[in-house]
């Protein structure tokens, strides 16, 4: 399989559902998120044990571990980056196995946005996405100018894509209209510029309603992903919350046509995880959606196990 | 990408299949009188031979059990722990057990794992009764009813659901185990005796007729079963217990991915779906995609969602049926999943605009069929689904489930979930299995 | 001659005892040294079962059972020794001794049924004048601290129908008859049971009891004396005399009852 990772769609088009259709304020957006059919929880954590039980062949493991690699954001987020760990970054990203020419190029690396500028300089003429976590990553705590700001920094540096958390303060709140206006503010910084991926933060999150109302609002704001968690909490990305996100994308399409992505971020290191997840991508929101436009793991050692197990397959 | 599971087969030998059985009586295999063909569902292959029980063996059986039940009666601390044992018996030969329901039954084998952790939790929950009746609800001082028949339709896990309460009561069974899938009692029997239970207790004779001194006979599964068992009891009065089929009840607040994968988990039983005319449409969609992905199969795989019916007359019989539905102008939908070629699938069948005097909509439904009828509000939803045995109410209100439940007159209904047998309950684990 | 073995206490998960109070047997022969707990030791085994507590009551019942049922299989392996153990210590014949464990098993099985029983009996659905469906629910009361005596039978009331009920438990027996109490310590120290909700001590009971604090309920069957002093204690106290309990007496002494209303409409 060869290495394909799509550029960032450059015009996100106009969805059939909007803001408009829904209502201005709260109250309306509060009435229709939790119009929404409900999740019970037993039952999706039945259905998630069910699809995490799911063998791939032996004939089949190398492909699909292959997907894996492809659908990776190769993730460094700390305090202690430096342009040169971006830089080695940079490079793993865009030959992950240099032995071995058959394995894909990973889907972008995905780091702080001061560092976007040396990850676009390392990254020049490769078809690796720059991702950039920003306004006010992890906690979003900051004021509405200084995300934009801090969006905007990644775009000059070159980010092709933008990591942005939503207002989980405003949300537990019930200020679903500011969490809203938020991710359309930042969506009109971006548009035409990057893809842009929303961080639900579901581990801060009470229930498996609320991750499937904060991803509709996500979607409804024009988010091109929903995206689990930071990786700075616990629970991250689990495969119920992961099943969750797939089912609303899968309804966002059934209803709209239009078909938006899933990222799986956080606590997912191991293949046989990547595995479990890509299995739920096929049977939950269907086989269209495996590709990295569509699907992507954030992931630091993730990449390394895969490397590992397929070396082992045949 | 073209994704494929490829294929993950389980190990046929782990069932430990043998090439003969013959009733087991008296704590141990006897001859038997003229072989019976035995078919993997999954091949429509002879696999292994029964010798059917002639009148000898029946006759030996009842009089061994009526010798057993004697001492088994009247020690129920005994009986306890040496129940509580067969439990742990079932745990430990899982594997085997669950491969030999795929190969005998169809039973998809991660299924049937579940099935069987499920039996013997049921199993030890009886052993916790065997010595405490007393507060089962049956008075102060309850007496075993002796010697019982027992006639199951299905494999293992419906037989040891009937069996284990009658023996923590302190009866000893003769047990005439369902043609299409007569393994699983047989084998459940071996357990027994390697669990410690006295030779006599319980007895498995396959093709046998009751037609000698037993103090009560118990048949348990769909009508045509229970006419059929009735040529196996003659001349006596034949209580029977289940009718009717499992109503799945969708709301218009329903948690509809879960009340899908609750309709998709009963796929294959005697089940009808309900629904809100409101969410009809929804649920139809979600369905169908759904039910297209499912891989029908070799029910040892271990991918495998759906396998084989477990009889070729069953296979046929749901085919007549969806034939009637289309003739009385049901629209039907069929899964294009791919079948294997050989062996007794049916594809899952949906169809639409059913009406309740419809033949599908009435009758028992042997496979994969699922008919869709709808509903306008909770109390004619109550109507349609007449007298079922089971019924899933699927919504988001606890006050809707509730009502709903104290109208329909079945014997169990889950609210957001469906087939969950948990024995704990106290009538639900004696005096429920246990009708003469 | 072998060396004299130690009668053990469990703490924990983990068996503990130096060579303390020596045992004889009725004919004045050693048999062995008992462990003699302290006040650290009771505070320990409280902490403990306070851990093992939200585990062990979140087990499923059917769980809980099949790990009850576990301890009886145990206790029936040993049958033999722990019957000339007993025979020995308490001057008895061996068949007698037997007898006993037997009885012992026998009722430790009887509770290990109850697990996913005692809900159908304590528990109930209740009839309202209303549109409303009502139900209560046992739940096990908490940390059970149980002074018991020296006997197989009665540390088999004292410990199995707390685990039963869900709860977790610190036992103390005197140590001047450790057989029975070291016989299930070192059971339970093997069984499939979390680390902690069962805890066996053996000691000076009278001293031992008033250490016996931060407890959700006492039972001072083995103490009679001190049963006045715990009735200001704030805790829920089952006293002796142990003999014609009603059958269900214990089960329902270490569980509480919570009652659910809930609407019916549509």
């Not at chain 1, 039945?46 to 954001?73: F, K, N, P």
């Not at chain 1, 040169?84 to 894909?104: N, S």
């Not at chain 3, 059972?65 to 033999?80: F, Q, S």
């Not at chain 3, 001293?207 to 001072?220: K, N």
Request: hydrophobic content about 50%; overall charge negative; charged content about 20%.
């Amino acid at each position: 399989m060869t290495a394909t990772v799509p550029a960032p769609p450059a015009e996100t088009p106009p969805g059939v559902l909007g803001r408009a259709d829904v209502g201005r304020d709260d109250r309306s957006l509060r009435r229709f998120l939790h119009g929404l059919p409900p999740v019970d929880e037993a039952g999706l954590e039945r259905r998630s044990a069910w699809l995490a039980g799911r063998r791939v062949a032996a004939s089949a493991e190398r492909q699909v571990l292959d997907l894996a690699v492809s659908m990776v954001d190769l993730t460094t987020l700390e305090g202690a980056d430096t342009p040169g760990r971006v830089r080695a970054l940079c490079a793993q990203a865009h030959r992950p196995e240099p032995t071995d020419p058959e394995v894909p190029q990973v889907a972008a690396v995905c780091v702080y946005p001061d560092l976007a500028a040396v990850a676009a300089e390392a990254l020049r003429g490769s078809p690796v996405g720059i991702a950039a976590v920003a306004t006010a990553f992890p906690s979003g705590r900051a004021s509405l100018p200084v995300k934009l700001a801090d969006t905007a920094l990644a775009l000059d540096g070159g980010a092709t894509e933008i990591d942005m958390v939503i207002d989980r303060g405003a949300w537990l709140a019930g200020r679903y209209g500011q969490a809203h206006d938020e991710i359309v503010a930042v969506r009109a910084l971006v548009d035409g510029r990057a893809h842009l991926k929303v961080i639900l933060e579901t581990g801060e999150l009470p229930g498996y309603d609320d991750v499937r109302r904060a991803a509709w609002l996500a979607l409804l704001a024009g988010a091109d992903m929903v995206k689990t968690s930071t990786g700075k909490t616990s629970p991250a990305a689990t495969l119920p919350v992961v099943q969750v996100l797939l089912q609303a994308v899968r309804d966002w399409y059934r209803t709209t046509g239009e078909r938006r992505g899933v990222k799986a971020a956080g606590g997912i290191r191991h293949a046989q995880d990547a595995v479990r997840h890509l299995v739920a991508v096929h049977e939950v929101a269907g086989p269209a959606w495996l590709t990295p436009a569509l699907f992507r793991f954030g992931a630091s050692s993730l990449l390394d196990d895969l490397l590992r197990r397929r070396r082992t397959a045949r | 990408m073209n994704w494929d599971y490829g294929v993950a087969p389980g190990d046929a030998a782990v069932a430990k299949l043998k090439p003969a059985y013959s009733p087991f009586v008296d704590g141990r295999y006897v001859e038997g009188g003229d072989p019976l063909a035995v078919h993997n569902p999954t091949t429509g292959e002879r696999h292994a031979e029964v010798a059917a029980a002639c009148a000898a063996d029946v006759e030996h059986a009842v009089g061994a059990a009526r010798r057993a039940q004697v001492g088994w009666g009247t020690l129920p601390a005994r009986r306890a722990r040496l129940l509580f044992r067969l439990a742990q018996v079932v745990d430990d030969r899982r594997d085997e057990l669950a491969a030999l329901e795929a190969l005998d039954a169809g039973r998809p084998v991660r299924r049937a794992r579940d099935d069987l952790t499920a039996v013997a939790a049921h199993v030890r929950s009886c052993a916790g009764w065997a010595d405490k009746l007393e507060f089962a609800g049956f008075g102060p001082a309850p007496r075993p009813v002796g010697v019982l028949g027992v006639l199951v339709a299905g494999a293992l896990p419906a037989v040891a659901r009937r069996v284990a309460p009658a023996l923590a009561c302190g009866n000893a069974v003769v047990l005439v185990p369902d043609p299409d899938a007569p393994l699983g009692a047989l084998v459940l029997a071996e357990a027994a005796a390697e669990a410690g239970l006295p030779n006599g207790v319980l007895n498995v004779v396959p093709g046998g007729v009751l037609d000698v001194d037993v103090d009560a006979v118990a048949v348990t599964g769909p009508p045509a079963f229970c006419r059929a068992a009735a040529r196996l009891v003659p001349g006596r009065a034949v209580a029977r217990e289940t009718t009717g089929g499992l109503a799945q009840i969708v709301h218009d607040d329903a948690p509809l991915d879960q009340a899908i994968d609750g309709i998709v988990e009963a796929l294959g039983e005697d089940q009808r779906v309900l629904v809100a005319e409101s969410v009809a449409d929804e649920l139809g969609e979600l369905l169908r995609e759904r039910l297209a992905r499912l891989r029908v199969g070799d029910p040892l795989d271990h991918n495998t969602d759906l396998g084989p019916m477990s009889s070729v007359q069953r296979r046929d019989r749901a085919v007549a049926l969806a034939t009637a539905a289309d003739d009385e102008g049901a629209r039907r939908w069929t899964s294009p999943t791919r079948l294997p070629e050989h062996g007794w699938f049916l594809a899952p069948t949906v169809f639409i605009d059913v009406a309740p005097t419809m033949r599908v909509a009435r009758e028992e439904i042997p496979g994969p069929l699922l008919p869709v009828l709808t509903f306008r509000t909770p109390a004619e939803a109550v109507t349609t689904a007449g007298a079922p045995r089971a019924a899933a109410v699927w919504t988001d209100k606890g006050s809707r489930a509730l009502w709903t439940a104290q109208r329909l007159p079945a014997g169990i209904v889950w609210v957001n979930t469906v087939n969950r047998w948990e024995p704990a309950a106290p009538a639900a684990a004696l005096s429920d299995h246990l009708v003469f | 001659m072998a060396a004299s073995p130690i009668f053990r206490m469990l703490v924990g998960g983990r068996l503990r005892g130096t060579r303390g109070h020596p045992v004889h047997d009725a004919t004045g022969a050693l048999l062995g040294y008992a462990a003699v707990a302290g006040p650290g030791d009771v505070a320990e085994a409280v902490a403990a079962a306070k851990a093992a507590l939200p585990g062990w009551a979140a087990m499923t019942a059917d769980e809980r059972g099949r790990a009850l049922h576990g301890v009886a299989e145990l206790l029936d392996e040993r049958r033999d020794r722990l019957a000339a153990d007993l025979a020995a210590a308490d001057g008895i014949a061996v068949d007698a001794a037997a007898e006993l464990v037997d009885a012992a098993v026998d009722r430790w099985v009887w509770y290990a049924g109850w697990t996913d029983k005692i809900a159908g009996i304590l528990g109930a659905v209740h009839p309202t004048s209303g549109p409303y469906v009502g139900w209560s629910a046992p739940r096990p009361v908490g940390v059970v601290g149980a002074v018991s005596p020296p006997s197989l039978s009665a540390l088999v009331e004292a410990l199995a129908p707390v685990l039963a009920a869900g709860a977790a438990a610190v036992v103390v027996a005197p140590h001047e008859r450790p057989v029975a109490a070291a016989a299930l310590a070192e059971v339970l120290a093997t069984a499939e049971l979390p680390a902690g909700a069962a805890n066996v001590l053996t000691g000076p009971v009278g001293d031992l009891a008033t250490r016996l604090t931060g407890v959700d309920g006492l039972d001072l069957t083995g103490a009679p004396d001190v049963v006045a002093a715990a009735a200001g204690r704030g805790t829920r106290v089952l006293a002796p005399p142990m003999i014609d309990d009603p059958p269900l007496h214990r089960l329902r002494a270490w569980s509480e009852v919570t009652t659910v209303w809930h609407p019916v409409g549509r």
